[in-house]
């Protein structure tokens, strides 16, 4: 507990200094006033104090996250914090026309005061210390000295030996004390004030604060770079010299922590030794004024200043960020090279987090903002670490956390399809070898630019089957390879020369099949294409793929293979139309993927859903239950939805449980593309 008095007539000096621009550490509190804060105190962290103009206490109870004000009588100039609830404070009133002293206490941690202590025959009060709850000192004018032994009721005056005005006094037992005062005045007692003793010192300086760390160590000092020390309990006294005070500025305050760590308040700033011989000015600007300190602990320690602002030290960095997440993928990788991240707001005992800061992999740090997400454009393929760290107001930079993503941004490396020549009517085997870093999800086998169905996996080489009905060359064969990200690569089309049959019989079949080939009708309930000509690309409108529905006589386009695939194994049942009669037929709302088949989630939208019969998706609430409902790999039974079909679904209620939802159930429910539509309707 340590009590300063700050000598009256500095105050206008003090009101026009400015606000200290504090080094890394110090954070400001909101004190919410702007005249000088002359005292600060505290029990522990539980109960702060601060004086600040004449009349004011500041309180706060959370460590000075917030602070009350209460409006006191007269002018205050001492305080002491005795314990969690109880705080005393000294200062002058008038007494008739005639000013005299008194000491206030209150018991309840500031909400009411009452008066203890005061009188006509008292002078004006300063400096206060309480040793304990009950025994303490008060020190004024004319040299006065009162104690009390129980709790402020009764006091008794003291003899000290002296008439100057006594500013602070400090106590290192209930019997050894020392007091400082106007014209280089220093008393000491070792029987509890009942005798006090001048010491010698070297200055005729007012002092204004005294504190020791031990009966022998101790420091005074005052006005005019007045500073001293004791090793030896004020036998003799050593001027120490502050290279950044001036021949003018004033010691407010000290506040010892230990033989080496020492804080003096000064009109220059804040300064700080932590090896009990060098000083530090830890305020950005040597011009500023630092009135007074409260020390707790090394990391529980405040300042007030001139104009009434209150800092505190925050030296402990915030905690890690919890409960980072991605929308990125590591098995198997993200072609979306949009990746989001978010995380658990971080809280910080001592301040607030000022920002959060992230890196990739080896880079720099980079401000993030305030908000607990962020949003990174990362085109480099490969597995990458993105890692956060909050930073909290005083420059503080916490642990960091992490999480891995990778991107695949490139398809599968695919061979030229083979054999390029054919029988007509007979089976012929085509293959290609498909490698890629991630792994090949499969390939389809094009044949006249159109698919014909999934190629057959045995170890990097897909195969497949064709027969082809007729003779001549065939253009724009190929096979289309994707990856586990979803990545396509189609190799190089080649074309098939495909040989005359030698029967007649396989030359009337094939004249046959021709003939119901080029019909160019087609029954509802078929899949329906265009032919394609020679030399046409993969996105070219002949490759699509509709299901003509006896739904509502229209034909409904699959948006892409992956959607294709929950419905059907193979193109072979794809039937080919002329383009007159495709025109006739309206087209209706796209296909989307069977219910209960796969989970899907749209490109920019990091939720997850599972499909219900009638294009409803339904989300769901945790990685855990999706495990539960799709097994250890589910996370490899996710698709990507493009943004652009976002309109195509509806949405029902979320799941949240196992019970919510059965996917064998949801597939079986619907057998047909009619079937889903009409669930629709």
Not at 84 to 111: N, P, Q, R, Y
Request: glycine share 10%; charged share 20%.
């Amino acid at each position: 507990m340590r009590i300063r008095t700050l000598v009256s007539f500095l105050g206008l000096f003090l009101l026009f200094s400015a606000t200290p621009a504090l080094s890394a550490g110090w954070v400001a509190q909101s004190s919410g006033v702007t005249s000088s804060v002359t005292q600060l105190d505290g029990s522990g962290t539980a109960l702060l104090m601060a004086i600040t103009g004449t009349q004011t206490v500041l309180i706060s109870q959370d460590g000075g996250a917030e602070w009350t004000s209460e409006t006191v009588q007269s002018s205050v100039t001492g305080l002491d914090v005795a314990s969690s609830s109880t705080a005393f404070i000294t200062g002058t009133e008038l007494c008739g026309m005639a000013s005299c002293g008194f000491v206030t206490k209150s018991t309840d941690g500031g909400d009411t005061w009452s008066e203890v202590f005061s009188g006509s025959t008292v002078s004006s009060l300063y400096g206060i210390y309480m040793y304990s709850s009950s025994v303490g000192w008060v020190v004024g004018a004319d040299g006065e000295i009162y104690k009390t032994t129980d709790g402020g009721s009764n006091w008794s005056a003291q003899t000290s030996g002296t008439s100057e005005i006594l500013r602070d006094v400090d106590f290192v037992s209930s019997t050894i004390g020392f007091v400082v005062g106007d014209d280089g005045a220093v008393l000491k007692t070792t029987n509890g004030g009942s005798s006090w003793t001048t010491l010698t010192i070297s200055t005729s300086e007012d002092l204004l604060a005294v504190d020791f760390v031990s009966s022998s160590i101790g420091w005074v000092g005052g006005e005019n770079e007045t500073f001293y020390k004791t090793t030896n309990g004020g036998t003799s006294w050593s001027a120490v010299g502050l290279s950044d005070l001036g021949a003018t500025d004033t010691i407010y305050d000290i506040d010892a922590d230990s033989t080496t760590r020492v804080l003096l308040s000064t009109s220059a700033g804040l300064l700080e030794t932590t090896d009990g011989s060098s000083w530090d000015d830890v305020t950005a600007l040597n011009t500023e004024s630092v009135t007074a300190t409260y020390y707790y602990a090394t990391n529980a320690r405040w300042l007030g200043t001139a104009d009434g602002s209150i800092y505190r030290w925050d030296g402990l960095p915030p905690d890690a960020p919890t409960n980072l997440t991605t929308s990125g993928t590591t098995s198997p990788p993200s072609n979306d090279t949009v990746v989001t991240f978010s995380w658990t707001p971080v809280t910080d005992d001592e301040s607030s987090i000022d920002h959060y800061e992230f890196k990739l992999d080896d880079g720099s740090w980079t401000d993030s903002g305030a908000l607990p997400n962020t949003l990174l454009v990362v085109t480099d393929n490969g597995t990458h670490t993105f890692s956060v760290r909050a930073v909290d107001e005083a420059d503080n930079e916490g642990s960091e956390a992490s999480i891995e993503f990778a991107i695949d941004t490139a398809g599968p490396t695919v061979s030229t399809l083979s054999p390029t020549t054919a029988t007509v009517n007979a089976s012929t085997t085509f293959s290609v070898t498909a490698t890629d870093v991630v792994g090949v999800e499969g390939c389809t086998l094009y044949v006249n630019g159109s698919a014909v169905g999934s190629m057959t996996a045995s170890g990097s080489t897909y195969s497949r089957s064709h027969t082809f009905s007729s003779t001549g060359t065939q253009s724009g064969n190929y096979a289309l390879c994707t990856d586990e990200a979803g990545n396509s690569t189609s190799g190089t089309s080649v074309t098939v020369t495909v040989s005359t049959a030698a029967s007649t019989e396989s030359t009337e079949e094939t004249t046959s099949e021709e003939t119901t080939m080029t019909d160019g009708q087609a029954q509802e309930g078929d899949l329906i294409k265009m032919a394609c000509e020679a030399g046409a690309l993969v996105n070219d409108p002949c490759t699509a793929v509709y299901y003509y529905a006896a739904q509502d006589g229209k034909r409904h386009a699959f948006t892409n293979e992956k959607v294709y695939f929950t419905w059907y194994d193979d193109f072979d049942d794809v039937k080919t139309v002329s383009r007159s009669f495709m025109a006739s037929l309206s087209l209706g709302r796209n296909v989307t993927y069977h219910p209960g088949t796969k989970m899907v989630k749209f490109q920019t939208v990091n939720t997850v859903y599972a499909v219900s019969a009638g294009s409803v998706l339904r989300a769901i609430a945790s990685e855990d239950l999706a495990e539960d409902l799709y097994g250890e790999d589910w996370n490899k039974q996710i698709d990507d939805i493009s943004d652009a079909f976002y309109s195509n679904y509806d949405f029902g209620t979320d799941i949240d449980e196992v019970s919510d939802y059965d996917p064998v159930q949801e597939e079986d429910s619907v057998d047909t593309i009619d079937e889903d539509l009409d669930a629709r309707s």
